[in-house]
């Protein structure tokens, strides 16, 4: 059948690029593993050059992929799955790059696109590791090609392209019309949670820090194969840059997390945060091993082991988030493409050799018999890395249920608080590892000389005094779960500061001030303000819209039982232009509007503090589901403050567009008479002539009477309403009074007898009417601490690789 | 014996202490009838709404008060009663995953986890209906 209005010239040049990036980059692992089993240069020449060639043909192709994959997503051509199933036409063009990273082609392709350009760097770079070293990394790319091929030998589907036809992946009648298209007139959209400029910026860098673990892996591998360990000065520089590119990464993530509020804070200790979480705790223990192997000659082997454990994690996370196998645990992966067995053998293609190599060489690898002295700064660096190790593995222990239930059957779920059962082991990590990174830099390779420790004596006083006084004076009063948690709290904040001030002090103490050899140190201070920040900001978490009003006595659950003071009750309701009683503030829903450039509903939310001495507004906003959800997706707004943040979310809302249909219901009454209505009772207090502070209702020539009356809803709740009469001659205007909350409408109609002082009101209930939203509003304190030691931290590390360069650079370039 | 591999073995003990100590907390997915026989344990309920029912939720009234009725795969069913907002396109989710315990005869439930057709994902059988819808 002949289609129309296809075009499909751009999705075979993908596909071709596709196939040449698969068949370029095996002949460039064949071509660089041929030259790494030569010795003389003259040899490898040609196999070098053959390799090189071939890189640049990988790295053509995949940029092609990029160019034809943004082609076809920026002009909608929605005959592609891709295009159909990522994006629509109202997407705006900043987030069209984010379609990439939503499905898993498009985040391979990225991940392809680190591993090219890493290439070209470690070729630049690596001198005599270049051959060993680049015929690891190209095989990963081989393995990631694979994984976008999609390509079907002997009926088995290996990989998935990006560049399908929706027609031939779907059974839907349309498509046995030619003219299918014309009725394909939008795609189904980026995922509303991905519209954020968060999502635009952290896949690229998290994925750099994933991709970028492959060449301490590559280096520890071509060491293997040639029994030669000086691979360990140039990788250090890279074991550097992979601890900063994936540090950052996922914090950026955490920083999505937490502006979009996705888990309720920036961390929720979600199966798809630890997965690449762990791999950056091994790295980073296997960065100071190597330091330690680098000055004193011991932890070569455990230095192998974390690079590539490492790397094998970050293939195991690759495989837990894309399996589907995390179904029922996170809220957070992608679905089963069918790929399962793919991404395990991804993961066991490089497991099995590896460590078989590595336990084959053990014995080969040199290694110090006699012990490290513990009053040597190397001991306590390998004790710091091995915490890292453990953490980190107990981490993925715990992560890895799904997987046990899967591969055992068993039925084996998270406990009743998974955060609190990561929390409490984790919180004495941070204790051990903040004191280490406090203390170890004062330690002296080999032996340190008594003398030596009365430096540390003045920043130990100055952090406990620090510490003491954060302890005492900073409410830190997360009781919840027990006064062992917050004892630990307290000592793990020592611990923190302790990292901070005894670093910092370092500074001067040990380095006398000289910035350039200082980059480990101020690394160290970004980390120490990492895990105060986390420290402070989670223990000090505070709900603002703790909601008094739906846990009154007065109300009853269904069964007659009272609804405890204690559950949680954060969802606050606002009435459209009814100012509610939040804590420390005075909160209105002002009004709402549509943005129809990002089609966003803005709604407008002030808040008056009660002291009177602050007063903001936020616009918090809900954006209509796609992909056939209905409802809305919710994006906070937040007030910073210098120490801390407060957020507000919207949970629900309700617009009343439904057309009135209730009557007014008129009913006699008298002064100090009580009437019911459906949800509680109202009590006419008095009637008053031309009442002055409602001269704003009536004109100067009109006589008119108003009704003073007490609503009280059946929760307890007291609202006023005057509703009015205006008299002008015959004329007679009414003037309603509304009950927002209540919706309740009262309706002065007449007097009906002024001697026995009988009135007649109109009375009316309706279903629904007003607007109103509920909301969620939680305050942060201290945030920033945490966010800039990730930057701090991030520039220590970064200062430390261009030190490290300095000091290498040029030799290893030379030999080839 | 080394100090060095004192303190690994301490340190891999603890390690291990710790996740048993973690497999003690550990709960269980269970079906509403083997649910309710473990009345008062927290447990993870796999289900779906069931439609019959209605959905009480009014923010009017109280934003963290929803109830609704629960069917699981053999056919059984709960009152759920859930101290929250109600989540956004609850209707819409497939299967459920409600964290919580049974209590005098309801599901007192604390986390809803909402499996959805399509949320960050491209299943086919949501793509199918999207499709045919539009046409």
Redo the contacts between chains.
Sequence with gaps: MNYIGEHLLPGQIGHFFAVLSLVASLLATIAFFKASRLNSPLEQQPWMKLARWAHGFVTISILAMFGILYYIISNHLFEYKYAYTHSDRSLQAEYLLSCFWEGQEGSFMLWSFWNCLLGWMVIRTAGKWEAGVMSVLSFTQVTLATMILGVYFFDVKVGSGPFVLLRNEMDAPIFSRPEYLSFIKDGTGLNTLLQNYWMVIHPPILFLGFASTVVPFAYAIAGLMGKDHEWTKPALPWASFSAAALGLGIMMGAAWAYESLSFGGYWAWDPVENASLVPWLTLVAGLHTNLVYKNSGYSLRPTYFFYIISFILILYSTFLTRSGVLGDTSVHAFTDLGMNTQLLLFLLVFLIPSLVLFFIRYKSIPSIVKEENTNSREFWMFIGSLILFLAGAVIIAKTSTPVWNKLFGTNIAPPEDPEFAYNQIQVFVAILIGMLTAVTQYFKYKDTPKAHFRKILVPTVIALAISLAISFFGHISYDKKGIGFLGAIHVAIFAAVYAIVANSAYLWLGLKGKLKAAGATVAHIGFGMVLLGILISSAKKTVLSWNTTGVSPLRVEEGGKPNPAGNPAENLTLFKGVATDMGRYMVTYVKDTTNPLDRKRYFEIDFTSKAGNDHFRLYPDVIKNNKGMEGFAANPAARHYWDKDIFVYITSFQENRSADTVTFKNREVKVHDTLFYGNGMMILNKVSVNPKEKKYLYADDETSLFLDMTVISKEGRFYTANPGIALKGQELRTITDTVLSQSLILKFNKVIDQASGKLEIGVKETGNITDLLTLKVYEFPMINILWLGIVVMVVGLIMSIVQRVKKTGGKNTAAV | M???HI??LV??A??IA??VQ??G?????ETIASAREKEGK???L?AKIDKGHPIEYD??K????L?FTAVDTLGNSIKV?Y????P??M??SERL?L?GAVK?G?FDC?NI?L??????????N???????T??
Excluded: F
Aim: charged share 25%; glycine share 0%; proline share 5%.
């Design positions: 080394k100090t060095t303190i690994i340190l891999i603890a390690s710790v996740l973690y497999s907390d550990l709960t269980t997915y927290h447990v993870n796999i923010a009017a109280n934003p963290n008060y109830s009663v101290h929250d907002a109600k956004t396109d209707e819409k995953v964290k005098d309801y604390k986890l499996k959805c057709p399509s949320k960050y994902k491209d299943d086919p949501a793509m199918k209906n999207q499709l045919q539009s046409n």
